[in-house]
Nanobody, 115 residues
C-alpha cells in the first residue's frame, strides 16, 4: 500500500520559515519524481516545486529564491524548506509521487502565514 505522509505544517508569522517533510512508503522512492503542490481556499491546486529522480529541480515563479525542494532517497523522504514566508503562501500543501502511470498524493498539511 502506497502512503505519502506530510508533516511540518503550522502557523508562522510573515518572514518566518517552515520545513515540510513527506515520508513515502510502498513505492521505489528513488525512481519517482517528487513534487509539492498547494491549494489555497477557493483556488485551484498549483505546483510549487518538483525534484526529479536525478535531483533536478524546478519551482513556481512565486516561490523561486524562497523555497528549496530536496530529497533523501535513503530515508524515502522529500522536503520543502520554505523561507521568507508571505501571507499568500497560506494553503494546504500536498506531496506527490509520480512515475509513468503512478500518481500518488498525500493527505496534505496546513501552512498558515500571518501578516
Amino acid at each position: 500500500q502506497v502512503q505519502l505522509v506530510e508533516s511540518g505544517g503550522g502557523l508562522v508569522q510573515a518572514g518566518g520559515s517552515l520545513r515540510l517533510s513527506c515520508a513515502a512508503s510502498g513505492i521505489i522512492f528513488s525512481l519517482h519524481t517528487m513534487s509539492w503542490h498547494r491549494q489555497a481556499p477557493g483556488k485551484q491546486r498549483e505546483l510549487v516545486a518538483v525534484i526529479g529522480n536525478s535531483g533536478s529541480t524546478n519551482y513556481a515563479d512565486s516561490v523561486k529564491g524562497r523555497f528549496t525542494i530536496s530529497r533523501d532517497n535513503a530515508k524515502n523522504t522529500v522536503y520543502l524548506q520554505m523561507n521568507s514566508l508571505k501571507p499568500e503562501d497560506t494553503a494546504v500543501y500536498y506531496c506527490n509521487a509520480r512515475r509513468f502511470v503512478d500518481n500518488y498524493w498525500g493527505q496534505g498539511t496546513q501552512v498558515t502565514v500571518s501578516a
